[in-house]
């Protein structure tokens, strides 16, 4: 699989937490396009500027025309409070804490799982050692490449089988879900 998937190329993206967090919020339960008409109106509703403070003093009605919902406003203010009072800390404070203080700060915050913060941990924060193991491309992956019948494994599977990869298992996870983008090995 490696071989047919090619050398690993994952680079952590910059931004600070707010910036990162405000594209997964708006993208869920959405696909792409959408998601990134919503995030660039969004952009633009705060003057090119995406930070707690401007999106606190962004009106409701504002906020509707560039394409948030009721539910997705009201997590994204959470998000704005939290970070404007320190429960989610900046990005230069969070490169300091371990990987389970992080989830446990992120997922403070309404609309924010586990999952949410486990994709901060490997795309924003470049940690190295993350397995989302409940999520669905990273199970069908496995059950496709460990599993005869290809049938999707539960995470706690993944997980057994994931210790193995251990202290890279964020690198295992990228392996596996760009498995799933290439034609499969004759």
């Not at 937490?17 to 997964?24: G, H, I, N, Q, V």
């Amino acid at each position: 699989m490696i071989r047919r998937v090619g050398p690993f190329a994952l680079s952590p993206r910059p931004g600070d937490t707010f910036e990162s967090l405000l594209p997964a919020v708006v993208s869920q339960q959405l696909h792409a396009k959408a998601a990134a008409a919503i995030h660039a109106r969004i952009v633009a509703v705060l003057g090119g500027e995406v930070t707690p403070a401007r999106f606190q003093r962004a009106s409701n009605a504002m906020l509707r025309c560039a394409g948030l919902s009721a539910a997705k406003r009201e997590a994204l203010r959470d998000l704005a409070g939290k970070c404007a009072d320190g429960t989610v800390a900046p990005r230069r404070e969070l490169e300091t804490l371990g990987d389970a203080e992080i989830v446990a700060r992120l997922t403070q915050v309404r609309g924010v799982g586990v999952w949410t913060a486990q994709m901060f941990l490997i795309f924003r924060l470049g940690r190295p050692d993350v397995l989302p193991s409940g999520d669905f491309a990273i199970r069908k992956a496995f059950g496709l490449l460990y599993r005869k019948n290809g049938r999707l494994p539960p995470p706690s599977a993944v997980e057994r089988h994931g210790r193995a990869w251990a202290p890279y298992r964020s690198v295992a996870s990228w392996y596996l879900w760009r498995s799933l983008d290439v034609p499969a090995a004759d």
